[in-house]
């Protein structure tokens, strides 16, 4: 079973940056895709940035191009996310998700296992 439990949400103004942070236990050794996927109220949880294992493939959603970076480190088994530029339009619960069966880096909520709880970020204007 694979836990995921997300770090570092908070209350910015616009402009301010926020680093999330998801530490995993439970997962295999290797190979395994994480992402980050964000949900505002009254809208469908969308995705924001993922990454494999080596760290040689990364997607991220053209909201976040240029503003958001996602990485990982393997060896404390945590995947983070730098997000800087923030906009009120960022403010979400984000969340943390893992699969151990992808093959590429999934960019749907259906392509993900496991998640986390979430943790809010809040940009006020």
């Known amino acids: 079973q694979v836990q995921l439990v997300e770090s570092g949400g908070g209350s910015v103004r616009a402009g301010g940056s926020l680093r999330l942070s998801c530490l995993a236990s439970?997962?295999?050794?290797?190979?395994?895709?994480m992402g980050w996927f964000r949900q505002a109220p009254g809208k469908e949880r969308e995705f924001v940035a993922a990454i494999n294992w080596s760290g040689g493939k990364i997607s991220t959603a053209d909201s976040a191009k240029g503003r958001f970076t996602i990485s990982r480190d393997n060896v404390k088994r945590t995947c983070d996310l730098q997000m800087d530029s923030l906009k009120p339009e960022d403010t979400a619960v984000y969340y943390c998700?893992?699969?151990?069966?992808?093959?590429?880096?999934?960019?749907?909520?259906?392509?993900?296992?496991?998640w986390g709880r979430g943790t809010q970020v809040t940009v006020a204007p």
């Open positions: 998700a893992a699969d151990l069966l992808l093959v590429r880096v999934g960019v749907t909520v259906a392509e993900y296992e496991y």
């Open positions: 439970g997962p295999p050794d290797d190979n395994y895709i």
